[in-house]
């Protein structure tokens, strides 16, 4: 890991107040700054997605600590949490995971590899609901025809996530989550665009 990498991991690690600032791989400069208080909203309750990858497990494990710490209930699904149905091509998802889509304000679905047959079906699920999907999904990867039915945040270490957070606050307050969700829901976001970010500097 670059020595950076590791200064802005034990900011995380203590305080959800941080700068990340850096070199990409194309020689652009990038600074994140984001600003988090503790989020009294009561049971703000947030489902995250992801594909089943070592790194992003990594990253999302991480979002649900720090998401605990500002007040925020992020519910992460161990992966192994359904079962492929009758169908090759589709997943049947268990009754706890049906449970905590129907109970969360919004579904993140961060997707940094191919969407595997639980992303799907937990998307699929929720889009049903009529609930309010963020799918942050890192720029090149190739997504199945189900995503054409929502709008998708594309992720890139070389661009602005600055930028990309301002897309997604301005889509949530679309969505009319009120005030104090949409700061909850906010604050999950910048912490998990600067933990993917952290990634991807880490790997270089």
């Known amino acids: 890991m670059l020595p950076c990498a590791r200064r802005v991991e034990k900011r995380l690690k203590t305080s959800c107040r941080f700068t990340i600032s850096g070199a990409d791989p194309a020689g652009k400069t990038f600074v994140l700054l984001a600003a988090c208080h503790r989020i009294e909203v009561m049971a703000f309750k947030v489902f995250i997605s992801y594909s089943s990858n070592a790194d992003q497990q990594g990253v999302v494990w991480r979002l649900q600590t720090l998401a605990a710490a500002q007040g925020i209930q992020a519910y992460v699904p161990t992966r192994g949490g359904g079962r492929p149905s009758t169908s090759a091509s589709s997943w049947t998802l268990t009754a706890a995971v049906r449970k905590e889509i129907e109970g969360s304000d919004i579904i993140l679905a961060i997707i940094t590899s191919r969407a595997d047959r639980a992303v799907e079906a937990e998307l699929s699920y929720a889009m049903g609901l009529k609930k309010v999907i963020i799918p942050i999904v890192y720029e090149g990867i190739r997504l199945p025809p189900l995503f054409d039915n929502c709008r ?53």
């Open 152 to 204: 998708v945040f594309w992720f890139s270490p070389s661009h602005s996530p600055g930028n990309l957070e301002a897309q997604i606050i301005a889509y949530l307050k679309e969505q009319e989550l009120g005030k104090d969700r949409l700061q909850a829901a906010g604050a999950i976001i910048a912490v998990g665009l600067g933990l993917l970010l952290l990634s991807a500097v880490a790997k270089e």
